[in-house]
T-cell receptor, first 115, second 112 residues
Framework: NAGVMQNPRHLVRRRGQEARLRCSPMKGHSHVYWYRQLPEEGLKFMVYLQKENIIDESGMPKERFSAEFPKEGPSILRIQQVVRGDSAAYFC?????????????FGSGTRLTVV | QKEVEQNSGPLSVPEGAIASLNCTYSDRGSQSFFWYRQYSGKSPELIMFIYSNGDKEDGRFTAQLNKASQYVSLLIRDSQPSDSATYLCAVNVGGTASKLTFGTGTRLQVTL
């Protein structure tokens, strides 16, 4: 049973380009969460999605960032016009419906470097 | 005041000793508390969760929760060099189970 799959593992983008980060939840999980970890900082909540629905995006920056979890396919975190401050590790987690109380399983993360 | 606070460390303990990691939180409405372990360059791994006051044991790990004092701790018995990692405390601030607030983590070093 594969865990939470994230790709790519490493992503390098030049300033102004777009970054697309993908997350496939564990089999049977319908809830996806995105977190960002800046260097030497803790994990920060970004967004919580269910299939075709954004439940909580209170942690998303107001501009340039968007997320989706379509009916088919992985969840996508999209960052437009990246800046150096977007360089971070982005982690996705998933949980079964109604069972997030027991904690998440995180994927391996995508390490974004903006040059 | 940060919502979840941890001493950044490093906390250094000799092999075989008990490592004690502490975390305080500000929101009295928090209901779920989690400890994650994160090795350098890796993703966080859930170790334990606790909801009720008191102790919860799982192998060499014991989580302790005191809601009145708003702290949660993690004890690691018989510490091993492989336990050397950063330990993240996470809390569902505001009682929203689906959104966790993490502390910045305590780095643990287990020395030979």
């Amino acid at each position: 049973n594969a865990g939470v799959m994230q790709n790519p593992r490493h992503l390098v983008r030049r300033r102004g380009q777009e970054a697309r980060l993908r997350c496939s939840p564990m089999k049977g999980h319908s809830h996806v969460y995105w977190y960002r970890q800046l260097p030497e900082e803790g994990l920060k909540f970004m967004v919580y999605l269910q299939k075709e629905n954004i439940i909580d995006e209170s942690g998303m920056p107001k501009e340039r960032f968007s997320a989706e979890f379509p009916k088919e396919g992985p969840s996508i975190l999209r960052i437009q016009q990246v800046v150096r401050g977007d360089s971070a590790a982005y982690f996705c987690a998933s949980s079964p419906a109604g069972q997030s109380d027991y904690g998440y399983t995180f994927g391996s993360g995508t390490r974004l470097t903006v040059v | 005041q940060k919502e979840v606070e941890q001493n950044s460390g490093p906390l250094s303990v000799p092999e075989g000793a008990i490592a004690s990691l502490n975390c305080t939180y500000s929101d009295r409405g928090s209901q779920s508390f989690f400890w994650y372990r994160q090795y350098s360059g890796k993703s966080p791994e859930l170790i334990m969760f606790i909801y009720s006051n008191g102790d919860k044991e799982d192998g060499r790990f014991t989580a302790q929760l005191n809601k009145a004092s708003q702290y949660v701790s993690l004890l690691i018995r018989d510490s091993q060099p492989s336990d050397s990692a950063t330990y993240l405390c996470a809390v569902n601030v505001g009682g929203t189970a689906s959104k966790l607030t993490f502390g910045t983590g305590t780095r643990l070093q287990v020395t030979l």
